[in-house]
Nanobody, 119 residues
């Protein structure tokens, strides 16, 4: 399974950015999709995820500002980030959970994309 992420960049506080990620390859069933982020000197943390049924989950600091969406037909997710704050600065990683035909869970990560928010 390969993950291709795009988007990111640098904005001023209050600005917006959009990330997208597409999964490709040998996929039996794509379960969860989402985004983690890792700020300098900190652990990687879950920002948001979405099920195939479009149920969403958000880390508390991004609720109301970030919106995740999913296109099951294209194995793609997007993350719309509004009202960005300097504390959102991090490397954002696309993440997917794939279930194999034998019922095994496999996690995959994208290469990471930098988001920088200046004050």
């Amino acid at each position: 399974v390969q993950l291709q992420a795009s988007g990111g960049g640098s904005v001023q506080a209050g600005g917006s950015l959009r990330l997208s990620c597409t999964a490709s390859g040998s996929i039996f069933m794509l379960n969860l999709m989402g985004w983690y982020r890792q700020a300098p000197g900190k652990e990687r943390v879950l920002v948001t995820d979405i099920t195939s049924g479009h149920e969403t989950n958000y880390e508390s600091s991004v609720k109301g500002r970030f919106t995740i969406s999913r296109d099951n037909a294209k194995n793609t997710i997007a993350l719309q980030m509004n009202n960005l704050k300097p504390e959102d600065t991090a490397v954002y990683y696309c993440w997917v959970v794939v279930m194999t035909s034998r019922g095994r869970r496999e996690d995959y990560w994208g290469q990471g994309t930098q988001v920088t928010v200046s004050s």
